[in-house]
């Protein structure tokens, strides 16, 4: 599988984004998909996951009611829709595939895309 993400962007708080990763593979539907960030000088943090069916979802609770994930298996594409967005959501933010079933564990992800950023300003 291989992950492209885009929408990244500079925004003012309180905006909105939404980024996009399209994947290639015919077994995208059976991935848990998940949307990880990090920002300078910190270490890469979990924001959102859905299951491979999209009927469950994860959030971390710094983007809980902000941040909402969705996936359209027939485009082969997840989606993170950012809300009322503040400064520290800055960061490069990366999507990722995971075949074992929802997790926020990093390491447990199989396929990474290769990050777009996020500013946000104040």
């Known amino acids: 599988v291989q992950l492209q993400a885009s929408g990244g962007g500079l925004v003012q708080a309180g905006g909105s984004l939404r980024l996009s990763c399209a994947a290639s593979g015919r077994t995208f539907s059976r991935y848990t998909m998940g949307w990880f960030r990090q920002a300078p000088g910190k270490e890469r943090e979990f924001v959102a996951a859905?299951?491979?069916?999209?009927?469950?979802?994860y959030y971390a609770d710094s983007v809980k009611g902000r941040f909402t994930i969705s996936r359209d298996n027939a485009k082969n594409t997840v989606y993170l829709q950012m809300n009322s967005l503040k400064p520290e959501d800055t960061a490069v933010y990366y999507c990722?595939?995971?075949?074992?079933?929802?997790?926020?564990?990093?390491?447990?992800?199989?396929?990474w895309g290769q990050g777009t950023l996020v500013t946000v300003s104040s």
């Open positions: 990722a595939a995971d075949w074992n079933g929802l997790t926020v564990v990093a390491a447990n992800y199989d396929y």
């Open positions: 859905i299951s491979w069916s999209g009927g469950n979802t």
